[in-house]
């Protein structure tokens, strides 16, 4: 019979506290893989985005952290005070207030796993807490002022600072494309964006299996909830779907399970039509119509504020635009609600004129 070997216990420690101490080295080692096994591809590259940024200011500092995304040992050493001046750095470098609150989160995120694995000290965990973000419009109006004044850019990239909210002649004009397989094409993306409110990678993922032509549906995986939805297509949507599906989606030489196909110069249908794709056709659908800079998300912020407008329910608006919390669709909604609605300045029985006297 094969002899079974004892667990190694570590002086002074007892079996249990030994296998309790191995749980807990196991478990810090492994803290930031585990964290982001749940992440989606798109918010892994802001987060290792921001690290390398963290690395970038520490690196002024004559610090030389190594995979701050992958071993918590290389967070220590980070106090509150670098957390702090790293995110007054990304001010002046000329990043927009609210990139500058997404990558501060980030730190803190992940300084928060550094804590749980031995990294990094409780106290200085606590002082971390501490630094807050500019999230008041009021600190962000001022904030950008006093950078305007000191010649400091406020923002970084090409992102606009406000989202273009498209009118009903704008919305008309992007459905009415040429009958041509690219202006079908053209005009059923125009629709998902516009009349479902869909996100550029949500778009770009939809199979052509994915639409149901006589049931009128579109079943669309919103990745920000991990669900798949089922969307009845508007009347606009339905039409462009079949004159697109049945003229041009079938016809390809070889055709493709991506819905949205992509095209060549000569406007031949060919290939999938990528998300950079999509942000391209819209801009230059935009120009146009005389609309600089169009963007995919415009076209979902005029959706959701169009449904905020007809007094569509919170809980409505959040499920359809596939957003995992209330704060984004109750922006929306409190932005477009009439502040003086309800409100009375005279008694209407006062207007009545006083007949009691009158012959």
Not at 89 to 96: A, I, K, N
Not at 303 to 324: I, K, N, Y
Request: charged residues 25%.
């Amino acid at each position: 019979m094969t002899d079974i070997p004892r667990p190694v216990m570590l002086p002074g420690l007892n079996l249990r506290d030994s296998v309790a101490q191995a749980a807990n080295q196991a478990a810090a080692a492994s803290a930031f893989h585990d964290y982001r096994l749940a992440l989606a591809p798109n918010t892994l590259r802001r987060h290792r985005a921001a690290l390398e940024l963290f690395a970038e200011y520490l690196s002024e500092k004559g610090l030389r952290p190594a995979h701050l995304h992958d071993d918590p040992a290389a967070w220590r050493g980070i106090t509150w005070g670098l957390v702090d001046g790293y995110y007054k750095w990304l001010l002046l470098q000329g990043y927009s207030v609210g990139s500058a609150n997404v990558n501060l989160s980030t730190i803190k995120t992940y300084a928060r796993l550094a804590i749980k694995a031995g990294a990094v000290d409780p106290a200085e965990s606590q002082l971390i807490e501490t630094v807050r973000a500019r999230s008041k419009r009021r600190d962000r109006q001022r904030i950008d002022e006093q950078r305007r004044k000191e010649d400091i850019p406020t923002r970084i990239g090409a992102k606009k600072a406000e989202p273009v909210l498209l009118t009903a002649a704008q919305i008309a004009a992007l459905k009415d494309q040429p009958d041509t397989p690219q202006g079908r094409r053209d005009r059923l993306l125009i629709c998902l964006l516009l009349d479902h409110g869909l996100r550029v990678g949500e778009a770009a993922a939809l199979k052509s299996a994915d639409i149901d032509l006589q049931a009128g549906t579109i079943s669309v995986y919103r990745p920000k909830v991990d669900k798949w939805q089922i969307h009845r297509l508007s009347e606009d949507t339905l039409q462009a779907a079949r004159q697109y599906c049945l003229q041009d989606l079938l016809a390809m030489r070889k055709p493709s399970p991506a819905l949205l196909a992509g095209s060549s110069k000569n406007g031949t249908l060919t290939g999938v039509l990528s998300i950079r794709a999509i942000f391209n056709r819209v801009r230059l659908l935009g120009r146009q119509i005389g609309i600089v800079d169009l963007s995919p998300h415009d076209c979902r912020h005029t959706w959701a504020t169009q449904a905020s407008r007809a007094h569509t329910p919170l809980e409505r608006l959040m499920d359809a635009g596939g957003w995992a919390s209330y704060a984004m669709p109750l922006r929306y909604i409190q932005t477009n609600e009439i502040a003086n609605e309800g409100v009375r300045l005279e008694n209407k029985d006062d207007q009545k004129p006083d007949t009691r006297h009158s012959e």
